[in-house]
């Protein structure tokens, strides 16, 4: 539909946080409930009755389809005679519910291994990255970077678009010590100049 | 600990919990320094350009030419400039109108760029209704992960869990299928040693998910901390906030948090539809000329009511709540857009269904029951009350987030995140009311008692030879709810002083649903209170004449209801918006006076102790510069007596239009650091032709040093039309016509600064230039029309930070 989807479907190849692929994710996280049957788990009627005369209360829940809903169909055993049944049912009040135990089990489990795959990430990078990455050279003038953010730009704009070779893993390469770089500087705002809501 | 060795320090060793985490991640498309422009059809226009002299005749197809990436994009912190927003979308759009008649594709591009507007917005409707899905369904399952598991399927929270099996009606919580720690681990639930063991997993729990949020948002987003609402009023534009990760970093994080103080409404409210959107079409749309054809305003308002619709099931409300506080300029067709936003994510978050019953919130009531006049009293005391909450609230935080700020405190965010969550859950165990969750004790609040109900707080004495089914009258209180008054009074006084630290900590945490609660449970007790009162003394005067026994006159819920909105309003000086979302909420259409009374009660209240809202006063503490609408500008002061330069400064800066060299341009660049240059026509005459913006002048010669050929560092700079001839051995010239402003706003010396201020408010200007007899004279920025406000009014001018 849109020119630039192509131009954005190359560049998310090395992008690995898109928001395109979210908006995939996403999806997958919606086929299910629309292509889920309804299976006998998933629906049921619960009518609530309440204490009457000397009967205590009590939930009953039974699995049957909406038009069978109601309090002749799903109270059983009726704890009331015959004649009292209807006034019993007056006071009973049925709701039909349902609910998708697949929806809900694909979207924990995303959950789960979205974060699962964050916190291993992390501690990849906490432990492992520092013993096979040697220093490079390029993240020492960083430290010694003054306030200025205009300078930044102005500094590391020419030095980094001129020295890398186009193979996918250099490019790579330069986005993640971009990434880098840029999440160092927003925890310097917000951690160190409290520059954020603090 | 002087600033510049602390952080040194912290790069190099690991001394407090300030490690640095080297992190080599996900990239991310990022405007600054793009080692790979997707600009190869567009070098071609650039090479037309090397002319110079008489050649360079500028054509209509040159001024249009695609512009580089990154020219026209803003940095870190600075606020979005609208006026120039809107008149490049309005280009833009002319530009792909006019082209369509010369192709199909052309046409099919056109078409698709009037729709893209749509098409985004649908997009954002979509993702913040599937986020908010997920965001429900994980915040449950963890909150109830803090108190056993499910064995049928541990991804079921409590009540699934108990779906199917068949409760008792006094013990609705037990069901054999979900096992409380205490029972997993001991086998039995009952006894002190189980109490303990359930206590300690308790916390344990909380204080592993406040951890894992908080070390989520310092290792990927630290933009992600806070309800983020501050730094999206005065239309701010983060860099950081632009690609996902705070999104992400939010939406994970707010499920861990779900289980303390704070709660994940706030978050809701911005997060993620903004960033990956609002950054993606700014940045396709610079590179590619041409793309979701929307300026940033109108997707963070879009975003907003979205966000607002899905957390609170009240898209109308969401429309309302992105009027009235986060727009800064809001034409007709933004409202349109929203209100489309709102509408999907209200469908898509309805499709996932995530409470099982077709709601879009958890505390969806229904009441229908009448209100007398004279209860207007005790609503207009919960006003009261919002608003004297509501101000003390928004002092001791201001007061906090300070100290936090400015002492040492500040420098140990996870150690802070940690003992806080541990305070908070220890404190919050033993009583039921404070281990619940927040949502959960809300709806629980504002529930009417029928008969079906047999909660603690539901604890009447009741007549059973009275068959009226769920219509019951006013009851005498039994012993239940006596205990649930005192457990509920004192989880209001917790909750008062606990939300004060909680917010502004570095995870991401808002403040509707607490501050809600409190105001919900302040309601309960008032109208506990009251209705005890009509029943025991209905033959008062007040009471006789439409209150007599056996009559069902006073809702207690509806009592929660009215103090959740005069607490919320309060806190956050909303009127119209909070009222609407409240109705939506609970579908009461009777109760809209109440709700009306007491917002407009709190919120006098609350203006007549500090003018503040919560994010004003947040906007204030970090020196955000936010032009408030609300207030008016009252002194005789003139535009001279802003502008910069004053009279003993350096003269103004200025470039001239085709006097100078690249080289320097790049002096003066690098020398200063404004934002922007005003560009005159000679030294000597200086006469007024255009601005020209920092970021645009720096990319544009670096991309002219590397691209261009014979662009050396004494070509001459010309920003305009016809350039004047030079000798043939000269280096050729550099044309930047294209990044040059034409239209620069300027008003006279003498102008007023009512008007001044107002022009700025009003346009949404970042700067404005200051002529006199036609000849530039000075500039004044938007920081300094701040700083001026201040300085009227005696506040600290120097607090105004950023560009």
Known sequence: LFPQAPRMFAQSSQNCGNPVLLLLLLGCVLCPPAQASKSSEDIRCKCICPPYRNISGHIYNKNVSQKDCNCLHVVEPMPVPGNDVEAYCLLCECKYEERSTTTIKVIIIIYLSVVGALLLYMAFLVLVDPLIRKPDPYTQPLHNEEDSEDTHSLATGPTLAGARANTVLERVEGAQQRWKRQVQEQRKTVFDRHKMLS | ?803
């Open chain 2, 1 to 803: 600990m002087d600033q510049k060795g602390y952080r040194r320090g912290s790069f190099q060793s690991a001394t407090s919990d300030e490690d640095m985490l080297e992190i080599a991640g996900a990239s991310m498309e990022f405007s600054m320094a793009d080692d790979d422009p997707p600009l190869d059809r567009e070098r071609g226009g650039f090479s037309s350009y090397n002319g110079g002299g008489m050649n360079g005749t500028s054509t209509m197809t040159d001024f249009l030419e695609e512009p580089l990436p990154g020219v026209g994009t803003y940095e870190d912190f600075n606020t979005i400039d609208w006026v120039r927003e809107k008149s490049r979308d309005r280009d833009r759009h002319r530009e792909i109108t006019n082209r369509s008649k010369e192709s199909t594709w052309a046409l099919l591009h056109s078409v698709s760029d009037a729709f893209s507007g749509w098409l985004l917005m649908l997009l954002i409707g979509l993702l913040a209704g599937s986020l908010a899905g997920l965001i429900d369904i994980s915040a449950h399952w963890m909150t109830d992960l803090k108190e056993g598991v499910c064995l049928a399927g541990f991804w079921f929270n409590h009540e699934h869990c108990c779906w199917k099996s068949n409760t008792t009606f006094t013990d609705r919580d037990k069901c054999p299928e979900w096992k409380s720690w205490s029972q997993l681990i001991l086998g039995h639930g009952e006894g002190a040693f189980a109490y303990i063991l359930n206590y300690l997993m308790y916390v344990i729990w909380a204080l592993m998910f406040s951890l894992l949020a908080v070390l989520l948002v310092k290792g990927f987003a630290p933009y992600a901390c806070g309800s983020g609402i501050p730094e999206r009023l005065p239309g701010q534009v983060d860099a950081g906030h632009q690609n996902h990760h705070p999104g992400a970093g939010r939406v994970l994080g707010a499920e861990p948090r779900q289980g303390g103080a704070p709660g994940p409404r706030g978050l809701l409210l911005w997060e993620h539809p903004v960033p990956p959107l609002h950054q993606v079409p700014q940045e396709r749309g610079q590179a590619q000329g041409g793309a979701w054809g929307l300026q940033p305003g109108e997707v963070l308002s879009a975003a907003a009511a979205a966000g607002v619709s899905v957390a609170f099931g009240a898209p109308i409300g969401g429309v309302l709540f992105s009027l009235e506080e986060v727009s800064y300029y809001f034409p007709l067709k933004t409202l349109w857009r929203s209100f489309f936003a709102a509408l999907v994510a209200a469908f898509t978050l309805r499709s996932i269904n995530p409470f099982g019953n077709s709601r879009l919130v958890l505390f969806y009531v229904e009441f229908h029951m009448p209100w007398h006049l004279l209860e207007l009293v005790p609503f207009i005391l919960l006003g009261i009350f919002g608003g004297l909450w509501g101000a003390f609230f928004i002092r001791s935080n201001i007061a906090w987030c300070r100290r936090r700020k400015m002492t040492r405190l500040g420098k140990y965010p996870v150690l802070e995140v940690f003992v806080v969550t541990a305070i908070t859950a220890i404190l919050a165990f033993p009583n039921e009311y404070t281990r619940m969750s927040t949502s959960e004790l809300i709806s629980e609040l504002f529930n009417d008692c029928g008969i079906l109900d047999s909660s603690k707080l539901c604890e009447y004495v009741n007549d059973f030879n009275s068959t009226k089914g769920d219509d019951l009258p006013d009851r005498a209180a039994g012993p239940g709810v006596y205990t649930a008054m005192w457990q509920l009074a004192l989880a209001l006084i917790m909750k008062v002083f606990i939300t004060i630290f909680t917010f502004g900590m570095k995870v991401p945490s808002g403040l509707f649903i607490p501050s809600m609660a409190v105001g919900a449970i302040a309601g309960r007790l008032l109208g506990v209170a009251v209705e005890q009162l009509a029943f025991y003394h209905h033959d008062w005067a007040i009471f006789s004449g439409w209150c007599s026994q056996g009559a069902d006159c006073i809702t207690p819920g509806l009592y929660a209801m009215v103090g959740a909105a005069a607490c919320l309003g309060g806190v956050t000086r909303m009127t119209v918006s909070l009222v609407v979302i409240m109705f939506e909420l609970t579908g009461g259409l009777e109760y809209i006076v109440p709700l009306m009374a007491a917002a407009m009660t709190s919120k006098w209240v609350a203006d007549a102790i500090g003018r503040e809202g919560i994010y004003d006063a947040h906007i204030r503490l970090n020196g955000y510069p936010f032009l408030e609408a609300k207030e008016e500008f009252s002194h005789k002061t003139r535009a001279m007596d802003v502008m910069r330069p004053r009279k003993n400064d350096p003269p103004l800066t200025v470039i001239t239009q085709d006097s100078m060299t690249v080289e320097d341009v790049e002096t003066i660049v690098t020398s200063t650091t404004y934002s922007g240059y005003p560009v005159v026509v000679s030294r000597t005459s200086q006469r007024l032709v255009g601005f020209v913006l920092r970021r645009d002048l720096i990319i544009s010669i670096e991309n002219a040093r590397k691209k261009q050929d014979g662009i050396v560092s004494t070509s001459v700079i010309c920003f305009t039309d016809y350039c004047p001839p030079l000798p043939p051995s000269s280096p050729s010239v550099l044309k930047l016509r294209s990044i040059l402003d034409l239209s620069p706003f300027t008003v006279t010396d003498e102008t007023p600064m009512e008007i001044v201020v107002d022009i700025f408010r009003k346009l949404g200007l970042r700067q404005c230039l200051v002529t006199h007899n036609g000849k530039l004279l000075g500039i004044i920025t938007k920081k300094d029309v701040l700083k001026h406000i201040a300085q009227m009014a005696n506040q600290d001018p120097d607090s105004i930070l950023f560009n």
